[in-house]
Each structure stands twice: as C-alpha cells, then as structure tokens.
T-cell receptor
C-alpha cells in the first residue's frame, strides 16, 4: 500500500518556465512533509519542508503548497534551471518523534535549455 | 564535518553470502535510518534507530539486521544475500533541532548474483 504517491514518473520543462511536481498521500496522520532532490550516484539532498499547520512554504525559487483536505502537496520551481534536472522525492511523516519518513516513488525532472 | 559516511560504495555478492554495510555520522545525531532504493521506486525504510541501543523495524526489514552500539555507527547486516536484495542502500540521520530533515549518505550499490 503506497501511502505517498508521485503519479508522474517524469516531467520536462523549458528553462525559465515553472516546474510543478505533485505528491499525494493517503494517511491523514501525516503532518510533516519534505522534498528531496537526488542526482545520479549521490544521496538525496534536502530541498524544502512544510508542516501541516501551514499551507505554503517558500525558499528562494522553491515553494511547497499543502492542501490537507485533498491530501496533496506540490513543489513549484520558478524559474526552472538546467541544474534543477534531477529526481525529486516527496516524503511524509507523523510527528511522533521518530522522524520516520515514508517516501514517494520520485519524479524525474528534466529542464531543457 | 564529513556528515554521513557509507562504505563500501559498491559491492557484488554471491547468493547466500553475508556482508555488513557500514554507516557512520559525525553530527552527534541520535536518529539513524537505513533505506533501500530499487530502480524506478522510492526509498523504502528498512530499519531505524532513535538512539544507541534502540532499533526498530521499518517497512521492509526481512533479510536484514541492525545494531546501534554507539551514537555514531549504525551498520546494516545481510546474513544470506538474495537477488531481491540487489538495490542501492542509503543511510540517513537527523536530530531534534534539525528541522526534521534527514541527512543522507552517498549510498552503497549492492548487486547479488
């Protein structure tokens, strides 16, 4: 049972345009969400987070939106740059103190120059 | 700070062999995790630890064992390697005050033939 789903395996976007990556979850107990970026042959690196008390969090070109009623979050990258080409994972956790995150299957973003 | 260090980076095992994947962190994090990533899949949690002497199962613990005798080290043991354990393994750590984000190592690519 996939509790965190990223239904788009891949996405191509022109440089300078907006990239929107989506993530859905099924467990209503999840209350903290992370986005990670992963380049080939490297470990995932943290990008941005959001807690369930917020519906938006911004960090430079990256914004995460959370819609709790729809159990949906999205990552917006504006403007997209070729260096953003990577696999993006969303992850969710219950704030139980264990920080035990469940990850989605990832979306491969390709930013075209 | 080196962060999270995993060794080896690559390993080929024969069916039935055993090995230990090493993970050490120098950030004094009390929470540590082992994830595996299969091709086209997300990261699945194998085992985690909330402190020295305490370990617990994640989503896919079968075929693995862990120990946590020190804060720094969290080795993952494969006793009887099977082809289904061919994967990339990532170790991660975090602590309260790190904004709940996980810090990952660069991974160990394991093939069981």
């Amino acid at each position: 049972d996939q509790q965190v789903k990223q239904n788009s395996p891949s996405l191509s976007v022109q440089e300078g345009r907006i990239s929107i990556l989506n993530c859905d979850y099924t467990n209503s107990m999840f209350d903290y969400f992370l986005w990670y970026k992963k380049y080939p042959a490297e470990g995932p690196t943290f990008l941005i987070s959001i807690s369930s008390i917020k519906d938006k969090n911004e960090d430079g070109r990256f914004t995460v939106f959370l819609n709790k009623s729809a159990k949906h979050l999205s990552l917006h990258i504006v403007p997209s740059q070729p260096g953003d080409s990577a696999v993006y994972f969303c992850a969710a956790s219950v704030a139980s103190g264990t920080y035990k995150y469940i990850f989605g299957t990832g979306t491969r973003l390709k930013v075209l120059a | 700070n080196a962060g999270v260090t995993q060794t080896p980076k690559f390993r080929i095992l024969k069916i039935g062999q055993s090995m230990t994947l090493q993970c050490t962190q120098d950030m004094n994090h009390n929470y540590m995790y082992w994830y595996r990533q299969d091709p086209g899949m997300g990261l699945k949690l194998i085992y985690y630890s909330v402190g020295a002497g305490i370990t617990d199962k994640g989503e896919v613990p079968n075929g693995y064992n862990v120990s946590r005798s020190t804060t720094e080290d969290f080795p993952l043991r494969l006793e009887l390697a099977a082809p289904s354990q061919t994967s990339v393994y990532f170790c991660a750590s975090t602590a309260q005050g790190e904004n709940e984000k996980l810090f990952f190592g660069s991974g160990t690519q394991l093939s069981v033939l």
